[in-house]
């Protein structure tokens, strides 16, 4: 009796034929049973629900086409992966062995790259949060410091005076690229010459050995073009340091914020549709630099920092629902157990959902609620579907940038996560939370230890 199908009335469907509307052509929905060969319901009977999911395959698809893209456009191009995109040790590693070097905005993030086998050298240190024994140890290793703020830079000056050494350092750019609004909370200003007066202090010292411009224009953006506006402005720079001060700026580095294909909320059509291809960033990006009048000699390394575009499609959220409800106004609402504890960005994504298992023919306007004891818990505010019942899974898709590292332990543990390698097996690559945990760093005064109800 478990196997019986449920009742559908019949139904008529009209032929679509192809033929635009003001919506678009309509896209049908197919369910999504597996996970490179592992049967979503395997893998949740396995490992428990919810469970994220990577794809070791993807994510290496990924950073080897974007390296072809850069290097045949341009003849020096570093990749650093961004370790607050996805800080699991085993993502990251995945990165490295394809040759990118680590991208940390922290202390603990600089840690494990150490941790992971990065050479200090290789590791960019960027982020306006930088301790004094932050610094120092960047020093130590020999690492690009990314100078945020004039604080940093006489407190890096310090060091140097004090150490005897001599920090390899850039320094951090925000400017007008045309994208508003813009990002001008961090680095220094480009148009009001902040930038310029920050390098002739470095350079006037001589304490700090000036050898990359960095910027990073914003997140999730939309328009290559402005890559080009940014590209354009620091090979400026770099050249105005040449002809000025007579010194060659190692590298330029672009920083992230290339969009995945992910939709964002209020996008007319869907993200894949809406976004710049990697090609297109490569090509405003390259065509600036080559074009900007660099003496061959001098032609800067090209460093990048992508996350986002790397790692989301390579990413999955697998869940179960719970139960569904009618809303006062009639629409389905329907439970599942991951919410905003795991899918912070769906704040500001449309994630795609799709089913687990095959359905029949009728959809219906639905809202797709988390599990947490709060209104806004809300998984997506629109979606069509057909009828889920408690016990069928779903499919959240595009999950790999920033959800696993801006996870919560509210109300619900964080569930495992799970690599599958490119021979389709599945890792762990970190366990499922228990209260144990959650405890394991309380300390209990000894006063509170003991009560009476």
């Known amino acids: ?81 961004s370790y607050k995109t996805n800080y699991i040790n085993a993502v990251c590693n995945v990165f490295h062995q394809e040759g990118a070097w680590g991208e940390v905005v922290s ?34 290793g020999n690492s690009p410091i990314h100078i945020d703020h004039l604080d940093e830079l006489y407190l890096l000056t310090e060091i140097a005076t004090e150490q005897n050494v001599k920090p390899r350092v850039a320094i951090r750019v925000n400017m007008d690229t045309g994208i508003y609004p813009m990002w001008d909370r961090f680095g220094f200003n480009y148009e009001n010459g902040q930038a310029w007066n920050a390098i002739n202090k470095i350079i006037a010292t001589d304490k700090l050995n000036l050898i990359g411009l960095h910027c ?63 090609s297109q960033y490569a090509e405003s990006i390259t065509t600036a630099l080559l074009n900007a009048g660099f003496d061959n000699d001098d032609l800067p390394w090209l460093y990048l920092e992508t996350g986002r575009a790397l790692i989301d499609d390579a990413g999955f959220l697998l869940g179960t629902v719970l139960s569904n409800k009618r809303l006062s106004d009639g629409r389905r609402a329907t439970i599942l157990d991951f919410g905003l504890n795991l899918m912070f960005t769906s704040f500001w994504y449309d994630h795609k959902i799709s089913p687990a298992q095959p359905f029949g023919s009728h959809t219906e306007d639905c809202v797709l609620y988390g599990p947490l004891c709060m209104n806004i818990d809300i998984v997506r505010q629109h979606i069509t579907l057909p009828p889920l019942n408690p016990g069928d899974h779903v499919v959240a898709h595009h999950m790999g940038a920033y959800n696993i590292t801006q996870s919560m332990q509210f109300i619900s543990l964080r569930p495992a996560i799970v690599m599958i390698d490119m021979d389709g097996k599945p890792h762990i690559i970190r366990k499922k939370e228990m209260l144990s945990t959650l405890e394991k760093d309380e300390v209990m005064p000894e006063y509170l230890d003991t009560f009476n109800l």
């Open 1 to 81: 009796m478990s196997d019986k199908k449920t009742y559908e009335r019949p139904v008529i469907v009209p032929l679509n034929t192809g033929l635009m509307n003001k919506f678009g052509t309509r896209t049908e929905y197919q369910p999504v049973i597996d996970i490179d060969g592992n049967p979503v319901k395997d893998l949740l009977a396995k490992y428990g629900s919810p469970l994220f999911v990577l794809s070791e395959r993807k994510i290496r698809e990924n950073v080897q086409s974007a390296k072809r893209i850069f290097e045949t456009r341009y003849p020096k191009v570093q990749f650093a992966w």
């Open 107 to 140: 202390r603990f993030e600089y840690d494990k790259a150490i941790k992971n086998g990065v050479p200090a050298d290789k590791i960019l240190f960027n982020g306006p949060d930088k301790s004094r024994e932050d610094l120092e140890l960047a020093v130590k």
């Open 216 to 278: 990073h224009i914003g997140t999730f953006m939309l328009s290559a073009e402005a890559y080009g506006v940014a590209a354009s402005k620091l090979a400026e720079l770099a050249i105005s340091i040449k002809k000025h001060h007579g010194k060659s700026i190692t590298y330029i580095d672009l920083g992230g914020g290339f969009a995945s294909t992910n939709t964002l909320k209020g996008s007319y059509g869907i993200g894949a549709d809406a976004i710049p291809s990697m």
